[in-house]
């Protein structure tokens, strides 16, 4: 089946602007997180949607949001950019329960802030 | 979660087996033992866990200390494709969403 789609895979906005990102999670799978991953800080989680819901969240600013739809895909919105936004953002989906099921993640949108 | 501990970098021949230390001293009874990798330019990928007994499946294999303060991550016959940061992650059995990814260790594999 296919796997975790992220679109679109390169993005260049400057300071300011905002950007939507999106995931299409694999086929039945009802849970999507987000990560941010950077040179400096590594892999770090964003937020996780399960059925619509934001079930989980990391410690960034309230500038990212995020959401689910009913058909599972799910979008990332980071509004008045900055700089450091620049980074890899990951997307993975997960089955029915999130525990401890292996996470499948997307290629990534590789995000640049002029 | 509770932390876990890695060498930055190691390097392998390929053919060879590999063995990624993982320190995790301050594991409890709950938690699994997680190994994700990330290849250059794509997404990480789930490699391998275990809770207490050793683990084998078709990438490699999980060995787990008897006071499972450490793990090691095997792989059997090393090749270019091996080449990657490996990670290693402890999740409570009770959690959700989230892994927490330390540094990790970038594989080096030599032709």
């Known amino acids: 089946k296919a796997g975790v789609t992220q679109t679109p895979r390169y993005l260049i906005k400057t300071r300011g602007q905002q950007v939507t990102l999106s995931c299409s999670p694999i086929?039945?799978?009802?849970?999507v997180s987000w990560y941010q991953q950077t040179p400096g800080q590594g892999l770090q989680f964003l937020f996780e949607y399960f059925s619509e819901t934001q079930r989980n969240k990391g410690n960034f600013p309230g500038r990212f949001s995020g959401r689910q739809f009913s058909n599972s895909r799910s979008e990332m919105n980071v509004s008045t950019l900055e700089l450091g936004d620049s980074a890899l953002y990951l997307c993975?989906?997960?089955?029915?329960?999130?525990?401890?099921?292996?996470?499948?993640f997307g290629p990534g949108t590789r995000l640049t802030v002029l | 979660d509770a932390k876990t501990t890695q060498p930055n970098s190691m390097e392998s021949n390929e053919e060879e087996p590999v063995h990624l230390p993982c320190n995790h001293s301050t594991i409890s009874g709950t938690d699994y033992i997680h190994w994700y990798r990330q290849l250059p330019s794509q997404g990480p990928e789930y490699v391998i866990h275990?809770?207490?007994s050793n683990v084998n499946n078709r990438m490699a294999s999980l060995a787990i200390a008897e006071d499972r303060k450490s793990s090691t991550l095997i792989l059997h016959r090393a090749t270019l494709r091996d080449a990657a940061v490996y990670y290693c992650?402890?999740?409570?059995?009770?959690?959700?969403?989230?892994?927490?990814f330390g540094k990790g260790t970038k594989l080096s594999v030599k032709p």
């Open positions: 993975a989906s997960a089955g029915v329960s999130m525990t401890y099921n292996e996470q499948f």
């Open positions: 086929s039945g799978h009802r849970s």
């Open positions: 992650i402890l999740r409570d059995r009770g959690s959700q969403g989230n892994l927490i």
């Open positions: 275990g809770l207490t």
